[in-house]
């Protein structure tokens, strides 16, 4: 028997699978919302022996979508010059190209080094939080609720913009890629309706569009979210950094300033 994280029904064992080709799993789904998810994950010390799986190769193209994508959404949705916080950013891709098209944009990850985005992490802020990203994180997390109410506390703010891949009305057949059975990372699984049951565990709205998802007690301004998300996103990231004004040189400075101290 396996509660839901998310309604607290009983889950129903639906499939195993051998994860780090060692592992036999049992996944569970939950009639109710849909969440899909392994057994308590013992193994994750081992899976996350190397932060960023070998196999991700879709790893920088991922974040040059997301960071065309998201400009569009905080540009005209949220406060252009607003400050934004990056949750378990990696590397600090991310953080480092929103810079680089003009947004204050800032790390936190408690499992990854930031190599990209040094000098931006979260305690380098200086200012409140205008709205918190988390990309392609919730499908590592065991307590989606836990998770997500407890970043929104601690950072003072209620909308998260963010990626995991969603499924349709039937459970994936094994060769979805998404399961990462190699990598043992992915652990919960989502339908559109699992992401609306979190919301309203939370007292939030979801809106998804395009790949980005959202949980904010603010719908109304994200009105227009498939637009930008869509075709305009890339077009809109050139204007964007006209308006805004690009970060990579004045961060160049500031850092050297901060080295000389």
Same mark, same amino acid.
């Given at each position: 028997?396996?509660?839901?994280?998310?309604?607290?029904?009983?889950?129903?064992?639906?499939?195993s699978a051998t994860l780090l080709h060692k592992h036999e799993v049992s996944y569970y789904?939950?009639?109710?919302?849909?969440?899909?998810?392994?057994?308590?994950?013992?193994?994750?010390?081992?899976?996350?022996?190397?932060?960023?799986?070998?196999?991700?190769?879709?790893?920088?193209?991922?974040?040059?979508?997301?960071?065309?994508?998201?400009?569009?959404?905080?540009?005209?949705?949220?406060?252009?010059?607003?400050?934004?916080?990056?949750?378990?950013?990696?590397?600090?891709?991310?953080?480092?190209?929103?810079?680089?098209?003009?947004?204050?944009?800032?790390?936190?990850?408690?499992?990854?080094?930031?190599?990209?985005? !040094?000098?931006? *992490? $979260?305690?380098?802020?200086?200012?409140?939080?205008?709205? /918190?990203?988390?990309? =392609?994180?919730?499908?590592?997390?065991?307590?989606?609720?836990?998770?997500?109410?407890?970043?929104?506390?601690?950072?003072?703010?209620?909308?998260?913009?963010?990626?995991?891949?969603?499924?349709?009305?039937?459970?994936?057949?094994?060769?979805?890629?998404?399961?990462?059975?190699?990598?043992?990372?992915?652990?919960?699984?989502?339908?559109?309706?699992t992401l609306a049951a979190l919301a309203e565990r939370l007292d939030l709205r979801f809106?998804?569009?395009?790949?980005?998802?959202?949980?904010?007690?603010?719908?109304?301004?994200?009105?227009?979210?498939?637009?930008?998300?869509?075709?305009?996103?890339?077009?809109?990231?050139?204007?964007?950094? !006209?308006?805004? *004004? $690009?970060?990579?040189?004045?961060?160049?400075?500031?850092? /050297?300033?901060?080295? =000389?101290?």
């Amino acid at each position: 028997m396996k509660p839901c994280a998310i309604c607290d029904t009983t889950m129903d064992p639906v499939f195993s699978a051998t994860l780090l080709h060692k592992h036999e799993v049992s996944y569970y789904r939950c009639a109710k919302c849909g969440l899909l998810q392994t057994e308590d994950p013992y193994w994750l010390d081992e899976a996350y022996g190397d932060p960023i799986a070998v196999s991700d190769t879709g790893l920088i193209q991922r974040n040059f979508s997301i960071a065309a994508k998201l400009s569009a959404v905080l540009y005209f949705c949220l406060e252009p010059k607003g400050a934004y916080l990056d949750v378990a950013g990696g590397y600090g891709m991310l953080v480092r190209l929103m810079r680089d098209i003009g947004f204050d944009f800032y790390w936190s990850d408690k499992h990854c080094e930031n190599i990209l985005a !040094r000098g931006f *992490g $979260s305690s380098e802020a200086g200012r409140q939080f205008s709205a /918190l990203t988390a990309f =392609e994180v919730l499908e590592h997390v065991q307590d989606p609720v836990g998770f997500v109410s407890g970043l929104l506390k601690e950072h003072g703010v209620r909308t998260l913009l963010f990626s995991t891949q969603t499924y349709g009305g039937d459970i994936p057949t094994k060769d979805w890629w998404y399961y990462a059975f190699e990598t043992g990372q992915h652990i919960s699984f989502y339908q559109a309706r699992t992401l609306a049951a979190l919301a309203e565990r939370l007292d939030l709205r979801f809106m998804s569009a395009n790949g980005m998802h959202i949980l904010t007690d603010r719908p109304a301004e994200f009105a227009h979210l498939k637009r930008l998300t869509g075709k305009l996103a890339y077009p809109a990231t050139v204007y964007i950094r !006209r308006m805004l *004004g $690009s970060k990579t040189m004045s961060d160049h400075t500031d850092l /050297l300033r901060v080295a =000389e101290r």
